[in-house]
């Protein structure tokens, strides 16, 4: 047996890696980590499937096998799966589009979404393309995160208040608002109010309070994002003492006792081809976030995360939750930092926790069902309000204009039309604008530095130039998109009096020239022969060179292939009259987009 077949399984299975080295020590740091995670994730396990629509045990049922499949599949130490607010938000908007066409009951859609969610996902990772989520840029993904938040919020108001609310865009809910007013309950409001309130005191102020009292560090911490399953114990009490819980103030209900049901989807092909876009749509943003977070977590301890296996664990982990009556989960935000802080070493960490919230299903289901639903609100909005970064919108828009109209048509986009549209506007104008920008490429003629071998852009530096010798430097690869606009920098140059002998195309920046480029570079060695101008390439990448090696434009270059651009000038520069230097200019009072001196 080879040594790669020997390592295969472990590619495919991560725990038979770290499996080999597990010992005692590490056992009780997840133990510990997973009883911390249990706590936390029990409440917003119910909270995010009441936020998906869904019955609220859905969550629970969401938090079991998925994290045994996790610890079995995937790579990352700290990384704690389960129910996450943007996801349950585009869940919801996707169930809502089934029930409104009677395709099917929510529970039924919410199975066959996670079963589609988790094959995508598979499937990706057996194909290793994880680097098509690089197709979601961070101001993208912030722009459509932060209106999620918002959207969140702006759905818990018929918990907090206690009034109908429905819709699945900012407008529609709060132009329901003036008339929904009148039904709201004070108890009701009393409770969500108070909940919130408390939970926003505990989370600004709360870690200093206790530190000042003499907790350290990170026992404080621990203690504040314990915050919500206090409140709601807390919550729960006083409600229950004034004797509004069921009456005025409304409740989860009966959350079923026991192991979670075998569910097999249905086959309905018009319910799996509704949901199929929107299954994509979830299985690329749970991934990009879940990876995002996973990967800062493995840096901060020195570890290597594998993209593609975490295609393969949350794959695994939402066709889990499909066959166990759950629905789409990803990688938690606060719950992975937790696990983290709490001290989990290995995935192991997940399957206890998948272990504690059984227990909590065995043991305290009758105890769930008093659990007030405005306060499990208020710790969604409390959660997702943190998700809204707005200073981001400011800092994106000094640096570039262009990725700044991107986040803010994203963010819109999704208040106004709902999360399906928006991160499709998102993802078209990232395109669009990259497509943009490559296809007008930043380009310089350059000069040599005097003494040196150097050559840098002649309205930067101090410069020699040669009026004869020509030196174009173009910053981007060459593909079908730009090649008009490189034609048109060489015409300009060309016909400018005198009229250079040689034309240097300094090649260190591109990566790549397709067939379009090609031709066209072909094309214009023709026209510059034609002229009595010599067409030279310098400092052509190897893999570049590869291709270019047996095409016409080797085969007929009206020049030479040279190492450098030093070369070049040395050879073509001998032959010229004397060179001119060009006053140097200022570099800090460019108002150019590209301002990067080179």
């Known amino acids: ?146 209106a999620s938040g918002i959207l969140i919020a702006a759905s818990q108001l018929k918990h907090l208040l206690g009034i109908e609310l429905s819709g699945a865009t900012l407008p529609t809910l709060l132009a329901q608002l003036p008339e929904a007013i009148h039904g709201i309950s004070p108890a009701t409001m009393s409770i969500g109010g108070g909940s919130l309130l408390l939970l926003w005191s505990v989370r600004h102020r709360g870690r200093s309070i206790l530190q000042h009292c003499g907790l350290s560090p990170r026992s404080a911490g621990m203690l504040v994002r314990l915050a919500p399953i206090m409140t709601i114990a807390l919550a729960a009490l006083i409600a229950g003492a004034a004797g509004w819980l069921g009456h005025q103030v409304a409740v989860i209900g009966e959350i079923p006792a026991g192991l979670p049901p075998l569910t097999l989807p249905q086959w309905q092909p018009e319910l799996w081809q509704t949901l199929l876009w929107p299954a994509v749509l979830i299985s690329i943003v749970g991934y990009v976030e879940s990876v995002s977070v996973a990967q800062a977590l493995a840096v901060r301890r020195g570890e290597r995360l594998d993209p593609d296996q975490e295609l393969i664990g949350l794959g695994g982990a939402n066709m889990a939750a499909a066959v166990t009556g759950g629905m789409p989960i990803t990688g938690g935000f606060s719950r992975s930092v937790v696990n983290f802080d709490a001290g989990a070493r290995t995935p192991a960490a997940g399957a206890f926790t998948a272990l504690g919230i059984l227990l909590v299903m065995l043991l305290f289901a009758p105890w769930l069902r008093e659990l007030p639903m405005a306060t499990l609100a208020a710790t969604i909005v409390v959660a997702v309000l943190s998700l809204v970064d707005l200073p981001a919108f400011v800092r994106v828009w000094r640096y570039s204009r262009g990725e700044g109209i991107a986040m803010l048509a994203t963010l819109l986009t999704t208040l106004l039309l709902g999360v399906e549209i928006g991160i499709l506007v998102g993802v078209g104008m990232s395109l669009a604008l990259h497509l943009y920008g490559t296809s007008r490429p930043h380009s310089a003629e350059v000069g040599r530095i005097p003494g040196t071998e150097h050559f840098r852009n002649i309205h930067r530096h101090a410069v020699e130039t040669d009026a004869h010798v020509a030196i174009l430097r173009v910053d981007e690869s060459l593909y079908f998109a730009n090649v008009r606009y490189l034609e048109d920098l060489v015409t300009t140059v060309i016909h400018r009096e005198p009229p250079p002998r040689d034309l240097v195309l300094a090649c260190q920046a591109i990566n790549v020239i397709d067939a379009t480029a090609l031709e066209n570079l072909e094309a214009l060695n023709q026209r510059l022969k034609e002229v009595g101008i010599g067409l030279h390439l310098a400092e052509v990448k190897g893999p570049v060179m590869d291709r270019l090696n047996g095409t016409g434009l080797l085969a007929s270059l009206n020049g030479q292939v040279f190492l450098s651009t030093f070369e070049a000038w040395c050879q073509l520069h001998g032959h010229a009259s004397t060179p001119l230097t060009h006053p140097d200019i200022a570099t800090s009072s460019l108002t150019s987009d590209h301002t990067a001196v080179r």
């Open 1 to 146: 047996m080879t040594q790669h077949e020997r390592r295969a399984p472990r590619r495919w299975l991560p725990i038979l890696d770290w499996g080999r080295h597990y010992s005692g020590r590490l056992l009780g740091d997840d133990l510990l980590a997973a009883l911390i995670v249990t706590l936390m994730l029990v409440p917003q396990a119910l909270a995010y499937a009441m936020l998906a629509g869904l019955p609220p045990v859905t969550g629970l049922y969401a938090s079991l096998l998925p994290l045994l499949l996790y610890t079995l599949l995937g790579s990352s130490s700290s990384l704690s799966v389960g129910p996450m607010a943007v996801v349950s938000l585009m869940t919801a908007a996707a169930l809502n589009r089934i029930t409104d066409q009677g395709l099917a009951d929510p529970v039924t859609a919410a199975l066959v979404l996670a079963l589609l969610s988790g094959g995508i996902l598979l499937v990706m990772g057996l194909c290793r393309m994880g680097f098509l989520v690089n197709f979601l840029s961070r101001p993208v993904m912030t722009g459509f995160i932060s």
